[in-house]
């Protein structure tokens, strides 16, 4: 199983970013994928979780409404789109799957991209 | 709100020692869906210890988790130099919480 973010960068307040992650060495569809993130400094936080079909969506309070999270089946990629970024948004941001009928517990993450949002 | 509160902050053990690092939520959590994380600076977390006391795979026995209603306790008996990192517990299910972390320093 291998998990590879991409995406992350520098943006102004304000501004938008698409975060991918690409799977590999399983079955992409047949999995639930999440998105995790950490400010510099601190712990852990779930910011989405998407069903393997795409079909359920969930998203913490922080980021609902400016986040979107999606899934091209067919290109074994997990997305993050976040508009409206903000200071606190600024964060490693990690993809990684759930294990099997076990909504937000994650079996496997990725090595992370680091999302800076300053003007 | 749920609020998972860990304890201590860092820990500053040798090689060796027993470690044991409590997670103590606000209101009662289901066995079912507790969970502990290994996350070392630039690597990947790692997942532990789920359903509060099973191993995931690969975990070596060194590792135990137990606890029940809001006192949760993850204990490595025998700490080996790879073992210093942050852990976290974490509530799982359709929206995960995690405690805030406690640092295993050595000593």
Redesign the interface.
Same mark, same amino acid.
């Given at each position: 199983v291998k998990l590879v973010e991409s995406g992350g960068g520098l943006m102004p307040p304000g501004g938008s970013l698409r975060l991918s992650c690409a799977g590999s060495g399983f079955a992409f569809d047949s999995y639930a994928m &999440?998105w #995790?993130r950490q400010v510099p400094g601190? !712990?852990?936080?779930?910011v989405s &979780?998407i069903s393997g079909l795409g079909g359920s969506t =969930?998203y913490?309070d922080s980021v609902k409404g400016r986040f979107t999270i999606s899934r091209d089946n067919s290109k074994n990629t997990l997305y993050l789109q976040m508009n409206s970024l903000r200071a606190e948004d600024t964060a490693e941001y =990690?993809c990684?799957r759930i #294990?099997s009928r076990?909504? %937000?517990?994650?079996? =496997?993450? !990725?090595? %992370?991209t680091l999302v800076t949002v300053s003007s | 709100e749920i609020v998972l509160t860990q304890s201590p902050g860092t820990l500053s053990l040798s090689p060796g020692d027993r470690a044991t690092l409590s997670c103590r939520a606000s209101q009662s959590v289901s066995t079912s869906f507790l969970a502990w994380y290994q996350h070392k600076p630039g690597q990947a977390p790692r997942l532990l210890i789920y359903e509060t006391s099973t191993r995931a795979t690969g975990i070596p026995d060194r590792f135990s988790g137990s606890g029940s209603g809001t006192d949760f306790t993850l204990t490595i008996s025998r700490l080996e130099p790879e073992d210093f990192a942050v852990f976290y517990c974490q509530r799982y299910g359709t929206s995960p919480l995690f405690g805030q972390g406690t640092k295993l320093e050595i000593k």
């Open positions: &999440s #995790v601190k !712990g852990l936080e779930w &979780s =969930y913490a =990690y990684a #294990v076990n909504w %937000g517990l994650l079996e =496997y993450w !990725g090595q %992370g | -």
